[in-house]
């Protein structure tokens, strides 16, 4: 049960983390999000919520399972935002030209979508290995 209390703290962690990357390069660097960065955050938030209250109640294991789904649905958006950024799908943000912020930024040559999803498969992968150690035999 400690390991679980354990990982609720990174879930925790985790959210503040990368929204304090996302609003530091929207207020810090100007660089203005689309809406699918925006969307890229609600995940974020919600793991956030989740992983606080997990905390507080007895059903770790099932907050754990709901923070899973979060972060595979933030993977699939993910992967849909990297492909728009690679231009293998159009997308409403980029139909409105007047609307449209400049070239999108990169990091090392990637889009940061790309990073996200990345990182929400590995985020996917070890509170599965996480949920398997912890599971009562």
């Known amino acids: 049960m400690k390991q679980l209390q354990r990982a609720l703290w990174v879930f925790i962690a985790i959210p503040l983390l990368a929204l304090g990357i996302s609003f530091s390069v929207e207020y810090l660097l100007h660089i203005r999000p689309c809406i ?5 955050r609600i995940p974020y938030f919600l793991t956030f919520f989740l992983a606080l209250i997990g905390l507080f109640i007895a059903w770790k294991r099932g907050i754990i399972r709901l923070i ?5 649905a933030g993977l699939i958006l993910a992967s849909y935002h990297t492909c728009v950024q690679f231009g293998f799908l159009g997308s409403s943000c980029q139909k409105k030209k007047e609307k449209q912020t400049g070239p999108s930024w990169r990091i090392l040559g990637l ?3 790309l990073y ?5 498969l590995a985020v996917l992968i070890g509170t599965e290995i996480c949920l398997v150690r912890t599971r009562k035999k």
């Open 68 to 72: 899973q789904i979060v972060f595979l």
């Open 36 to 40: 699918l960065c925006k969307l890229q």
């Open 116 to 120: 996200n999803g990345v990182f929400s």
């Open 111 to 113: 889009p940061p979508p």
